[in-house]
């Protein structure tokens, strides 16, 4: 807006005001020449730039996935060689025991009470190769009936022990440290006195 002395008000931050002998419409010098090249190649750059950068994520992220199977395909070799391990020492363990019942087998002759106390030793033998290795027996006889540890195959009506206690083991159960490997197969005792 024009003050009062007739010429038009400036906003001195933002626009030059028009000379005094120029058309407001002319165009202004210099506007009919192109804009200098740097504007011009900002985006082209720009895109450039973004593209280079794609490029390096990509093949950063193909080294990754690469890395990653890599790394996979080690860790399922390391657990194969490592149970194939942990197998050779348990067998390495059995091995003397094996020894002890082929000398037994070929043994002729002698006493009943000999060869008794030849397969007791491979007995012992072979519940100390186990218990090496973390495997031990659940106790069952006499012990309050526990269907964690112990598989009830049949229930027998007696007052010789507590009601459901294990009245019998049938075959042994094992434990290697704190995983159950077999429960022990047990008869249980139910008191029908009981109220």
């Known amino acids: 807006m024009a003050k009062g002395n007739g010429k038009p008000d400036l906003d001195l931050e933002h626009e ?21 090249p740097a504007a011009e190649a900002g985006p082209q750059d720009e895109l450039r730039q973004l593209k280079v950068e794609r490029d390096m ?5 193909a080294r990754l996935q690469a ?7 080690r860790l399922a070799k390391e657990q194969a060689d490592y149970k194939e391990y942990a197998l050779a020492d348990a067998i390495k363990e059995l091995l003397p025991i094996v020894d ?3 000398r037994a087998i070929k043994h002729e002759g002698g006493e009943d009470k000999d060869f008794r106390s ?11 190769a186990l218990a090496k290795l973390g495997v031990r027996p659940i106790p069952a006889q006499g ?3 526990d269907p964690h540890l112990h598989q009830a195959v049949q229930i027998v009506d007696t007052d010789e022990v507590p009601d459901h206690h294990v009245l019998e083991e049938l075959q ?11 429960p022990a197969m047990v008869r249980v005792a139910r008191n029908p006195k009981k109220p």
């Open 16 to 36: 030059l005001p028009p000379a005094e002998n120029e058309d407001e419409t002319a165009p202004k010098a210099g506007a009919s020449q192109a804009q200098p």
């Open 143 to 145: 012990e309050p009936f």
């Open 67 to 73: 890395d990653f199977e890599n790394q996979r395909k």
């Open 118 to 128: 030849g397969v007791e030793l491979i007995n012992r033998q072979l519940h100390d």
């Open 100 to 102: 002890s019942f082929d």
């Open 172 to 182: 042994r159960g094992y434990k290697l440290k704190d995983r159950l490997l077999r």
């Open 57 to 61: 994520l990509y093949d950063r992220l």
